[in-house]
């Protein structure tokens, strides 16, 4: 009897049909092969089982090159559109591997679920801020060391954003090892992990397949651009400055005793500020790009989805600028509690969000390398 994967005991409605026809035909047409991993990755699975196809949907990076390329497209009978096709797959992984189950019906609802909890979040800080706080206080202007907790005690957002983020990396760590153990456990030989870390590290950190076989993605027309790659490195290396920003706050917390607000030309306020810019420039690029894109490759019905993360980190980044800006003002309690807010609201949508889509894509990644290296053997 054949052995039931985590996805093949949550029987559901039929979403297997159409990715599966889809990727039949381009294995037997080979054409694409060189554009990116999808392709190579698919011929190496002829029976295309579920956590198959959920693999080759999170592998795909939606560069659009094999939409132009493909002589099956619409209007042929075949109409094969595989970036839309594989869109859609992703989103039902997404759904289908969500931890906890309750909680996944977020996911289907996933660009009105993140804009409400977001805006609940942002609005709630606030308006307990103004409830709570003394006015003189809330008001005043604080430019000493430790200025903020004189507004939010530390130990109201430290308490706060441990629950939270700590839940939601639980939810995500969760989700993603039930998504690696269906796709590591089916398909061709591999490598061991640690051997195929540094070239799954290299295609993660360069966005290697946005490269769309060589030239970039192929967004609006036949023509390539790295315009994707490049607003996708932006909000992606942003956000980690960000991060880095406030793990070296943490440590001058607790370490050095040292209490925010830190100077201008501190450690953590350079890398917040080149963080911050880095994801609006790509938040708001990658929202440029998303809607002068051609509509024939996209699943419309995942955009709000795209939008509603992006507009979240750009908001985020940006309350944190306009803080960091005005902080030795009246209006940094405010402020403060708006950025609070909204840091609140992300950290809270994390599992439930388009921001999930960067764990399984690391999986898929890393799969991807540890097959490369023993499929290169056997056509050798």
Known sequence: MESLTHSDKHPEPETDAEPRRVMQLCNVCGFCTGLCDVFPASERRPDLTRADLDYLANLCHNCRACWYACQYAPPHAFAINVPATLARRRTQSYQRYAWPRPLAALLARSGLATTLVSLGATLL??????????????????????????????????AVATLTLGFSMLAVMVSV????????????????????????????????????????????????????????????????????????????????????????????????????????????????????????????????????????????????????????????????????????????????????????RAAALLQAARERPLHRSIVQ
Not at 130 to 158: C, K, N
């Open 125 to 158: 800080i606030p308006l307990l801020t103004l409830m709570l706080v003394p006015f003189d206080t809330l008001f005043a202007t604080h430019q000493a060391e430790g200025a903020f907790y004189r507004v939010i005690p530390w130990g109201v957002m430290s």
């Open 177 to 360: 090892m039930r998504y690696w153990r269906d796709i590591s456990t089916q398909g061709p030989p591999t490598i061991p992990v640690w051997h195929a870390l540094p070239a799954a590290a290299r295609d993660l950190f360069t966005l290697r397949n946005l490269g769309g076989g060589g030239g970039g993605c192929n967004d609006h027309d036949q023509r390539s651009s790295q315009a994707r790659r490049r607003f996708h490195h932006a909000l992606f290396y942003g956000f980690m400055l960000c991060l880095a920003a406030t793990t070296v706050a943490a440590g001058y917390h607790h370490f050095l005793e040292w209490q925010a607000p830190y100077p201008f030309f501190s450690l953590p306020n350079l890398l917040g500020t080149v963080g911050g810019l880095g994801m609006i420039v790509g938040a708001a690029g990658l929202v440029w790009v998303k809607r002068g894109a051609d509509p024939e490759p996209t699943a419309s019905e995942t955009l709000p989805a795209d939008y509603a993360l992006l507009a979240l980190l750009f908001a985020t980044a940006a309350t944190g600028l306009i803080l960091m800006a005005l902080r030795e003002t009246p209006a940094m309690g405010l402020l403060l509690a708006l950025h609070l807010g909204t840091v609140l609201g992300f950290f809270v949508m994390i599992p439930y969000s388009k921001f999930v889509h960067g764990a399984y």
